[in-house]
């Protein structure tokens, strides 16, 4: 796994009315799915749709789950300066693009980045306000038994990923929240739960309804 990269300067003193959320998680931890459940019952959350190199996988789509790009097109896009971070994982690229990210979010939306902690703290060193989530699997037993269960991946990916897991992990102390998702029920309530307190902080209410707080006067 190859360190990740940034293009240009940090945008940490940009002050976006949208909030930025970042979720991450060892592959099999279920991220994606809990990230799917909350995007369909939160209509006020857009999904950051990341570049990669790497194949479609089940019924992914190009341009919903991921932009599937060749790995020159990918490389024009880093020389372009197109990627707010990117990394290669597993063997393959993945970025984010950093017009559609910032457009967004200066448009009042938030949104959400389902990447890996590599690009989730790049993207937290960039933006102060972005909140981090981790999503921890039960066990390494069960983590490996999830991947089995989804039945994508051959015998020796699902080895390689279990040593990765054991490489992400520990990375979760860094991030602001973590969710241990023993039941996707119980953890989408966590997630939930974490955007509604992130929207209902002071300066997210400030760069939301600026004109509420000068109305009242509230420095």
């Known amino acids: 796994m190859n360190a990740p990269q940034t293009t240009t300067a940090p945008d940490s003193r940009a002050d976006f009315p949208g909030n930025l959320f970042v979720v991450a998680a ?9 990230v799917n459940c909350l995007l369909a019952r939160d209509p006020a959350i857009q999904l950051s749709v990341s570049f990669t190199t790497r194949a479609p996988r089940g019924q992914e789509v190009d341009g919903r789950e991921y932009c599937f790009v060749s790995r020159d097109d990918f490389e024009r896009r880093i020389a372009a300066g197109e990627f707010l971070e990117w990394a290669e994982v597993h063997g393959n690229l993945y970025g984010t693009s950093r017009a559609w990210l910032q457009a967004r979010m200066q448009a009042g939306t938030d949104v959400m980045l389902e990447i890996d902690w590599q690009g989730a703290e790049q993207v937290k060193a960039q933006f102060a306000n972005a909140v981090s989530v981790f999503v921890l699997p039960p066990s390494y037993e069960e983590l490996e038994a999830r991947l089995q269960r989804r039945g994508e991946d051959s015998a020796d990916v699902i080895a390689r990923r279990m040593v ?44 939301a309804h600026p004109e509420v707080f000068a109305a009242l006067a509230i420095a």
């Open 26 to 34: 060892p592959s099999g931890a279920g991220k994606s799915s809990l």
């Open 164 to 207: 990765e897991a054991r490489v992400e992990t520990p990375h979760a102390s860094s991030f602001d929240f973590i969710i241990v998702n023993h039941d996707i029920d119980h953890a989408l309530r966590d997630l939930q739960a974490v955007v509604a307190a992130q929207r209902l902080r002071y300066a997210a209410q400030l760069r």
